[in-house]
């Protein structure tokens, strides 16, 4: 049977994340730590808390994590843990940083990739994760590159590229507690948010990730992807044609093949670029353009518009015939980045800004 949190997600997908309310706040971020690994724990920090579970956790929890390709960032992570609209923060129970994770009941099991990254963070030896399994506690994280070349903290596009170009990356993992116990993970990083109290940090850990060659340095070796030859690098994600777009060759070439109809949705495996331009892989020798498209995440939920909302294109331009108006609801089926604005998509391809939205 899933868990109640399992159900949740289940439903809408961001971890009980609404994209919208986050917007409405001041942009979140976690301190930079050192590339050091960091281990912490908050002694007597909430009335409550069992300590010697706390460390057992933290004991369990890997200070370093040599992962393969197949367990980069993939779509799902990003759809189920990372906050869309903040600085790059993470939302995850503990559960779901062991190979335990109740992840894999949200997919067909003839498709789902079990080698996921955040499996790779706790062998859960000795089930500790039993005791975390509930909603007084939650894992809030962000992550930076380790050797601090690059500030900031990295969105899941950056974390696979930093990984892929031979950079670790260090997640700086937040353990956080609260005696209520109905909170869901909208909550606790909401609470994060605004730093009303509601939630306690008990806990903290730095785990430092890096790509490696061969196997992965954990028991999980599932569903991982074969060697290939194929140009560029591994790159999960899905894209939306934004107009009638072409398709290209491994070598950046035009081919003949029938153009990708505009709005549909492909997945990708692989990225690419080509003098400047960058390619991702429809199928086999067949890619498409980064200026053709743009990367979607599946979000089927009702909108309110909080005053006269205007609507975008897929290429970012104004539809200046029509308008959504004040305190109206809509469905919506996808959420994009179009011209550095979040945008959810509210008809074929019409779409309207997080800004405008309650």
Same mark, same amino acid.
């Given at each position: ?107 067909? /099991? ?6 996921? =990254?955040?499996?790779?963070? #706790? *062998?859960?030896?000795? @089930?500790? !994760? ?61 609470d994060y948010v605004d730093n009303k109290g509601?939630?306690?940090?008990? /806990? ?6 890096? =790509?490696?060659?061969?196997? #992965? *340095?954990?028991?999980? @070796?599932? !569903? ?71 990367q979607v995440y599946p979000d089927v939920t ?57």
């Open positions: 049977m899933l868990s109640e949190d399992t159900i949740l997600k289940k439903m809408i997908k961001y971890m009980g994340i609404t994209a919208a309310t986050l917007l409405a706040v001041a942009p979140i971020a976690m301190p930079a730590m050192s590339s050091a690994t960091e281990t912490t724990v908050k002694a007597d920090a909430a009335s409550g808390v069992n300590q010697a579970d706390v460390q057992k956790w933290l004991g369990q929890v890997k200070s370093n994590v040599t992962i393969n390709e197949s367990a980069l960032i993939s779509k799902e992570d990003e759809e189920l843990y990372w906050g869309i609209g903040t600085n790059n923060i993470w939302s995850i129970t503990p559960q779901e940083l062991t190979p335990d994770s109740s992840i894999f009941d949200l997919f067909n /099991a003839e498709n789902v990739n079990k080698d996921d =990254l955040f499996t790779h963070f #706790n *062998d859960n030896a000795d @089930q500790s !994760n039993l005791f975390f399994s509930n909603r007084h506690y939650h894992v809030i994280m962000n992550a930076t590159v380790s050797d601090g070349s690059v500030s900031g903290n990295l969105n899941p596009k950056g974390i696979n590229h930093m990984l892929q170009n031979g950079k670790s990356v260090t997640f700086h993992t937040s353990l956080r507690y609260t005696a209520e116990g109905q909170l869901t993970g909208n909550d606790f990083l909401q509601v939630t306690t940090e008990v /806990a903290k850990k730095d785990v430092v990730v890096t =790509l490696g060659n061969g196997t #992965n *340095d954990s028991n999980s @070796q599932n !569903n991982q992807k074969p060697a290939t030859t194929a140009p560029g690098k591994y790159y999960d994600a899905t894209f939306s044609p934004s107009v009638n777009a072409k398709v290209y060759d491994d070598n950046g070439k035009a081919t003949s093949t029938a153009a990708l109809p505009k709005t549909s949705i492909w997945k990708v495996d692989r990225e690419m670029s080509v003098n400047g331009t960058t390619y991702y892989r429809v199928a086999n020798n067949e890619w498409i353009s980064e200026k053709d498209s743009v009702t909108i309110t518009t909080r005053r006269q909302a205007k609507l975008y294109t897929s290429t970012g331009k104004q539809v200046t015939d029509r308008a959504l108006s004040p305190n109206t609801a809509w469905y919506t089926d996808r959420v994009a980045t179009i011209n550095g604005l979040h945008m959810r998509r509210v008809a074929t391809d019409e779409w309207v800004s997080f800004d405008d939205l309650k």
